[in-house]
C-alpha cells in the first residue's frame, strides 16, 4: 500500500501563486507516474505528470503556468502554480500509476491506471 498525502492548498486572490506537496509513504515499485489531477464542479482532470524517468507532461490548462517537479529522493512531489485563475478554483488530488507516464496529454490519462490517490487538498482562487 501506497499513501499520498497533499498539502498546500488554500485562498489565494487572481494572480497569486500556490505550491502543492504530496508526500509518497514508500516505493514499492521502481517504475511509476505521478499526476497531479483536479476536481471541479463538473469534471476531473489531470493537468500534470511527471514519471520515473523524469518525463513531465502538461495539459493545455496549466502550460505555461504549472510546474511538476519532485524531491531529489522522490518521496515528496510538488505543483508550482502561476498566474492563478478562478477557473483552477479545485480540489488538488495527486495520484499514482505503476506504469511510466503516458506519452501524451495528461488530460487523456485514464484515471483507472492511477492506484494510489491521495485525497486531496483545496484550492480557492478569488477575482
Known amino acids: 500500500q501506497v499513501d499520498l498525502l497533499e498539502s498546500g492548498g488554500g485562498s489565494v486572490h487572481a494572480g497569486g501563486s500556490l505550491r502543492l506537496s504530496c508526500e509518497v509513504s514508500?516505493?514499492?515499485?521502481?517504475?511509476?507516474?505521478m499526476a497531479w489531477y483536479r476536481q471541479g464542479p463538473y469534471t476531473r482532470e489531470a493537468i500534470a505528470a511527471i514519471?520515473?524517468?523524469?518525463?513531465?507532461r502538461y495539459a493545455d490548462s496549466a502550460k505555461g503556468r504549472f510546474t511538476i517537479s519532485r524531491s531529489d529522493d522522490q518521496n515528496t512531489f510538488y505543483l508550482q502554480m502561476d498566474s492563478l485563475k478562478p477557473e483552477d478554483t479545485a480540489t488538488y488530488f495527486c495520484a499514482r500509476a505503476k506504469l511510466l507516464c503516458a506519452d501524451y496529454s495528461p488530460a487523456y490519462y485514464r484515471e483507472f491506471e492511477f492506484i494510489y490517490w491521495g485525497r486531496g487538498t483545496q484550492v480557492n482562487v478569488t477575482s
Open positions: 514508500e516505493h514499492l515499485y521502481n517504475r511509476y507516474c
Open positions: 514519471d520515473s524517468d523524469g518525463r513531465v
